[in-house]
């Protein structure tokens, strides 16, 4: 082991004790509580601080940050949307010296150098006074351009993960992969588009990125509860076919669009042939249990393989019962889940992904 090495072991242990990791994790605001239940159902005993009220928690486990991880990204969490390994901690108050000092140990680390591509993500906390978020990144690409490594945004070998509080600094390195999103903290950002119909199309935009889907390969969608239309939107854009049912309007803008049919109505007034879609997305922030009924009420119209897109509004206060309920419904129906996942841009929701067989 280099002094470097031997170095950086020491400080790793001073975090992270023999056989023990710790982790800063993040869900979405007020689900906090939902990813820490997770991690209890993997790991038994969790011990946990709040970092930032109800969605960042800082989490010691009694396994080793690479079984952890393992088991953590295997067991495809629904509400703990974000992990990054605390591999240094400074308590202090003084941002410009514990973000040198982490600069100091990220250095010392021996991961950063020349031709290296390293994301630098920092997040703080509300109680931090200091300095943005994209300020303190900058001052930290500052602090670490003698490694020579490139700094990018996205495709890095590496990220840096720095969590500031009011009282200390979590700093770790750890591949994309292991972090369950490669952005910050899990905060999946698009651009705005000039004109878009609905914050809603980011939902569908992000499933499609998480669910490694292609919309662009399937043939003809229906979209139940489509209004205004982000969803619609979407689909039309990637070049299919889409029936919009709601009985609320579409935007104008996609009336006069040649491969949308509209119908509007209440989606359990209306009737279709068998296997006339091969994607099935409904958003209809319903009551999950008349939701299960309209849509499995439809499902004759999807075909078998066909892909369904579905979210599911949480309604009381036990999401984990709910979910499974609504799970198991669908199951009984042909809809084989693929994956549950409260997004980004989910709210009081989750995201079903579903193939029918
Ligand atoms: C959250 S909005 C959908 C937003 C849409 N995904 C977008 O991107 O613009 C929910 C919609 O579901 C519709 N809806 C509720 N119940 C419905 C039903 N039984 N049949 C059809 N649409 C329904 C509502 O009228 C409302 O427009």
């Known amino acids: 082991m280099s002094e470097h090495e031997e170095e950086k072991q020491v400080i790793v242990n001073e975090v992270q004790g023999q056989g023990e990791s710790v982790f800063v994790c993040t869900a979405n605001r007020d689900f906090a509580a939902y990813a820490q239940e997770e991690l209890r159902r993997l790991f038994g005993s969790v011990k946990?601080?709040?970092?930032?009220?109800?969605?960042?928690?800082?989490?010691?486990?009694?396994?080793?940050?690479?079984?952890?991880?393992?088991?953590?990204?295997?067991?495809?969490?629904?509400?703990l949307r974000h992990i990054q390994p605390v591999h240094f901690e400074r308590e202090g108050e003084n941002a410009g010296e514990l973000l040198a000092e982490a600069a100091s140990f990220v250095l010392g680390s021996g991961k950063l150098g020349a031709g290296v591509k390293v994301a630098l993500q920092v997040r703080k906390s509300a109680d931090a006074d200091s300095d943005s978020s994209s300020q303190l990144k900058e001052w930290l690409e500052e602090l670490l351009r003698s490694s020579e490594a490139?700094?990018?945004?996205?495709?890095?070998?590496?990220?840096?993960?720095?969590?500031?509080?009011?009282?200390?600094?979590?700093?770790?390195?750890?591949?994309?992969?292991?972090?369950?999103?490669?952005?910050?903290?899990?905060?999946?950002?698009?651009?705005?588009?000039?004109?878009?119909?609905?914050?809603?199309?980011?939902?569908?935009?992000?499933?499609?990125?998480?669910?490694?889907?292609?919309?662009?390969?399937?043939?003809?969608?229906?979209?139940?509860?489509?209004?205004?239309?982000?969803?619609?939107?979407?689909?039309?854009?990637?070049?299919?076919r889409v029936t919009a049912v709601d009985p609320a309007k579409l935007h104008p803008s996609l009336l006069k669009l040649p491969n949308l049919t509209y119908i509007r109505k209440n989606a359990g007034e209306i009737k279709f042939r068998d296997n006339e879609f091969d994607l099935l997305v409904c958003d209809m922030s319903w009551s999950p249990k008349l939701m299960v009924q309209l849509v499995t009420g439809l499902l004759h119209a999807l075909s078998p393989g066909g892909t369904a897109i579905i979210t599911i509004k949480l309604m009381h206060k036990k999401p984990m019962a709910l979910i499974k309920e609504v799970i198991a419904s669908f199951e009984d129906s042909r809809l084989q889940v693929q994956r549950a996942k409260q997004l980004f841009h989910n709210r009081e929701e989750i995201t079903l992904y579903m193939i029918k067989y």
């Open 48 to 79: 946990s601080s709040v970092l930032s009220d109800r969605e960042v928690l800082l989490v010691k486990l009694n396994t080793t940050e690479e079984e952890a991880v393992r088991q953590i990204v295997d067991s495809r969490p629904i509400f």
């Open 150 to 240: 490139e700094f990018v945004a996205a495709g890095a070998d590496w990220i840096v993960s720095i969590y500031l509080t009011g009282s200390a600094l979590y700093a770790g390195i750890s591949r994309p992969e292991n972090n369950l999103s490669d952005w910050s903290g899990g905060a999946v950002r698009f651009r705005r588009e000039e004109g878009q119909l609905s914050r809603a199309k980011f939902k569908l935009l992000e499933a499609e990125r998480e669910f490694g889907l292609d919309f662009s390969a399937y043939r003809s969608a229906v979209d139940i509860g489509a209004a205004p239309g982000g969803w619609t939107s979407l689909l039309l854009e990637r070049g299919l």
